[in-house]
Nanobody
Framework: QVQLVESGGGLVQAGGSLRLSCAAS????????MGWYRQALGKQRELVAK???????NYADSVKGRFTISRDNAKNTVYLQMNSLKAEDTAVYYC?????????WGQGTQVTVSS
């Protein structure tokens, strides 16, 4: 059974940093595209960052220059380094992966930024 498990969320002050990790298990194959999404209370889930198998990336405008997505294919893990965090970054962050054209989601990890 393929699973994505996030870790690294927590409470941080505005201006601080956090690093999220998402590890895949249950497969020997590398995911194609992997990404991070977030959902704030009362809002729709939105894309934060995405990284393709060739390691090209794209980011939401709101996080460009502050967040960096990376991946380790050997570990089937994707990371999100979040710097200069703002109160508006507070949300549940979800990992997403595409494996053989099927979407997988993690359970989410809470990130809370206090102002």
């Amino acid at each position: 059974q393929v699973q994505l498990v996030e870790s690294g969320g927590g409470l941080v002050q505005a201006g601080g940093s956090l690093r999220l990790s998402c590890a895949a298990s249950g497969t020997i194959f590398s995911f194609n595209t992997m990404g991070w999404y977030r959902q704030a209370l009362g809002k729709q889930r939105e894309l934060v960052a995405k990284i393709f198998s060739g390691r090209s990336t794209n980011y939401a405008d709101s996080v460009k220059g502050r967040f960096t997505i990376s991946r380790d294919n050997a570990k089937n893990t994707v990371y999100l380094q979040m710097n200069s965090l703002k109160a508006e970054d507070t949300a549940v962050y979800y990992c997403n992966g595409d494996l053989f054209r099927r979407d997988y989601w993690g359970q989410g990890t809470q990130v809370t930024v206090s102002s």
